[in-house]
């Protein structure tokens, strides 16, 4: 079976094929986000205009996604005109194959769940950290949508009460706006103004100033997974984004479990993700073939 798959986000659009599960290539293109979401849904048709004998498309995207329907339910204005693309109806209507279309933390964790650092773990968080919070709730290989399909909001929890009831912006006193990469950067940028990406950041976490600004956004984490761990009670957390292949972050976060959690969830597992830049396409990949069997 050929699978044509696709992850779009917010900087580019990863695309390959997966053949009997195997992923057998990826590329890359700019998504011009800021162009929009007819724009982005015309760049994947291209795509898969030059493709040849497939049997079905999976989408993995930035956005709410109603996977049912294979909607985009909501887009912030990172891409503009994206919320209410109908992208399984257009995209079936073109090419007369299965559609299949979910959100990209929650297919990148299906990835980890089925293909990486989830496949043994019947229940398990995995949240995404980067410019944002990403979350995903998997049980049983299966994505807890909620009633609305925008479940896992993770980075929208209040982990500074004052500074949500005193600010302005929605995400004041929220889990994203201080353990974040962004909010790292920022932090970082104004000891050091040349410290614009996590990379340069651990790269001079022998400055003491450095290692204290890191130490404090580790502790950021930490508010958040803390109160996650109480209410999900997973048997493991899996970090991802690019900065989690820092194994110091890591490291940390499992020496301080126990002083942000009750002792009796103390066992919980924390693990990096595996399949890095692949996860995405390898669980829309699973979750097309899933599709597909409902459609016999």
Sequence with gaps: ???????????????GCCVNHKLTEIHEVPTEAEKGGPH?????????SGQMDYDAIGISTAGQVNADEGSIIYANSNIPAYTGTEIRKVLEKRFHVPVMAENDVNAAAMGEAVYGAGREK????????????????VQDRMIYHGATFSAAEFGAIVTHAEEKIHGKDFFDGCYEKYASVTALVQRAMKYEKELTDGRKI???????????IVDEWIDE???????LIHIFNPSCV??????MTQPFITDQIRQRI?????????????????LGNSAGLLG????????????I
Excluded: W
């Design 1 to 15: 079976m050929k699978i044509l798959v696709f992850d779009i986000g917010g900087t580019f659009i990863k695309y």
């Design 40 to 48: 982005i849904l015309e760049k994947v048709i291209s795509l898969i």
């Design 122 to 137: 019947k229940a398990f968080l995995c949240l995404t950290y980067g410019t944002g919070i990403g979350g995903a709730i």
């Design 202 to 212: 651990f790269e001079k976490l022998d400055d003491p100033e450095v290692f204290r």
């Design 221 to 227: 984490i930490m508010m958040g997974l803390g109160s």
């Design 238 to 243: 899996i970090l991802g984004g690019g900065i």
């Design 258 to 274: 126990s002083r942000y959690v009750m002792p009796n969830f103390a066992h919980v597992e924390i693990l990096p993700a595996m």
């Design 284 to 295: 829309i990949n699973y979750l097309t073939c899933e599709y597909m069997k409902k459609q």
